[in-house]
T-cell receptor
């Protein structure tokens, strides 16, 4: 069966520091991968998605970037965090031709 | 174009009473529809999905939803609420519009009173 792992689960970082959140999917090949952000009390915002290694599409211009160095690995990064980057970050995947989205457990980022 | 509207931001029920969470959608294509549940500080868990098969869809934890094309609705129901059902619920519509496009509803917070 397929599983998705996301880490770290919680993170407190000072303003201006770098960020790296990692996500891996197991049990499937060539998944579509996604990063979402969920601000407190708000809905989900799609940040990035990827249909293959090295292929990244950005939905919202921002202080963040994403990379996909391997087929089942998706990384969310920032060189310098802003206070507004605080939130709950969710990694997700779908099959190449699938509609159903499967989510990781999420990562809480607090920028102080 | 696609859109999804969850008609209630908050729903409060007593334990043991029925649950109804309402969702209306708009899609120019044959959509797939989903309900997800999110407990505090957790990821989203798939409850159920409709993908053009049976219009009454049964999911996990006793939830079910009925796809009504004429009403463009996909309401989530459960006959008897349990305290553990207290969570945020998201209705989601997705279709292949020359590329998969997925839209999330704003969410409905379900409160369950003892």
């Amino acid at each position: 069966s397929q599983t998705i792992h996301q880490w770290p689960a919680t993170l407190v970082q000072p303003v201006g520091s770098p960020l790296s959140l990692e996500c891996t999917v197991e049990g499937t090949s060539n998944p579509n991968l996604y990063w979402y952000r969920q601000a407190a009390g708000r809905g989900l915002q799609l940040l990035f998605y990827s249909v293959g290694i090295g292929q990244i599409s950005s939905e919202v211009p921002q202080n963040l970037s994403a990379s996909r160095p391997q087929d089942r690995q998706f990384i969310l990064s920032s060189k310098k965090l802003l206070l507004s980057d605080s939130g709950f970050y969710l990694c997700a995947w779908t099959e190449t031709e699938g509609y159903t989205i499967y989510f990781g457990e999420g990562s809480w980022l607090t920028v102080v | 174009a696609q859109s999804v509207t969850q008609l209630d931001s908050h729903v409060s029920v007593s334990e043991g009473t029925p649950v109804l969470l309402r969702c209306n959608y708009s899609s120019s294509y044959s959509p797939s529809l989903f309900w997800y549940v999110q407990h505090p500080n957790k990821g989203l868990q798939l409850l159920l999905k409709y993908t053009s098969a049976a219009t009454l869809v049964k999911g996990i934890n006793g939830f079910e939803a009925e796809f009504k094309k004429s009403e463009t609705s996909f309401h989530l129901t459960k006959p008897s609420a349990h305290m553990s059902d207290a969570a945020e619920y998201f209705c989601v519509v997705s279709s292949n519009t020359g590329g998969f496009k997925t839209i999330f509803g704003a969410g409905t917070r379900l409160f369950v009173k003892a």
